[in-house]
């Protein structure tokens, strides 16, 4: 009992780490933005001869930032989608800035078509269990969650499945634990399988399609 405290203590910590580090490079990002400016100005400065050079170095600089952006969003999210987001940018960054032969950019575009392959066909998307709802992996996106369902599950009180759990079991005091049921809206979530301390897995369903059930 003691060791799993002691494990939840430590996600619980680690996670606050990570919004920690993703608050730090937010302010780096911002930092950054006035080298964009810097860029401009020399852009603008710089005759024809080298201007190519220097456009090829924003560019590169700016990719940066987005990559960065990315990065923070897969920090606080720590969404499936969110993480495929940040390789494709990365990939796309090197495409643009260091691809110098046709062989480069074909390998690029290979793993981009890659990325979209595994977002396709290999993320883990909505398991229907005994006409009961929708079972999904606690690090899907919310807005992927409604778009792929149909269901009207709120993207103000969390990014992902496992964000909108932990924010409702603040407001409503019921522990994060097998078998805790939550409700928001019309939507109804259970957790059915955790490992570690972390939520693996969650069903959603309606509330008047459970009601319905339940009469029949």
């Not at 100005?41 to 456009?55: K, N, P, S």
């Not at 993480?83 to 793993?111: F, P």
């Not at 079991?169 to 019921?174: G, R, Y």
């Amino acid at each position: 009992m003691k060791s799993n405290d002691f494990s939840k203590q430590l996600t619980k910590f680690i996670m606050k780490l990570e919004v920690v580090l993703a608050v730090c490079l937010a302010i780096g990002i911002l930092i950054g933005i006035t080298d964009i400016l810097r860029y401009l100005a020399l852009i603008f400065q710089t005759d024809i001869a080298e201007g190519y050079a220097v456009f090829k170095k924003f560019l590169g600089f700016t990719l940066l930032l987005v990559v960065g952006i990315e990065l923070v969003l897969m920090l606080l999210s720590h969404s499936n989608s969110a993480v495929l987001q940040l390789v494709l940018y990365a990939i796309a960054r090197k495409m643009l800035i260091y691809s110098e032969t046709m062989l480069d950019l074909i390998l690029g575009t290979a793993a981009i078509a890659g990325v979209f392959a595994i977002k396709k066909y290999l993320m883990v998307r909505e398991i229907h269990v005994n006409q009961e709802g929708y079972v999904f992996s606690a690090g899907e996106a919310v807005q992927d969650v409604n778009i792929n369902t149909g269901l009207h599950l709120p993207e103000n009180i969390g990014q992902t499945i496992g964000g909108v759990v932990c924010n409702l079991s603040e407001e409503t005091c019921i522990p994060v634990e097998e078998g805790a049921q939550y409700e928001t809206g019309n939507i109804q979530i259970k957790i059915v399988k955790m490992r570690d301390g972390l939520i693996q897995k969650v069903l959603l369903k309606e509330k008047e399609y459970s009601e319905k059930q339940h009469a029949n």
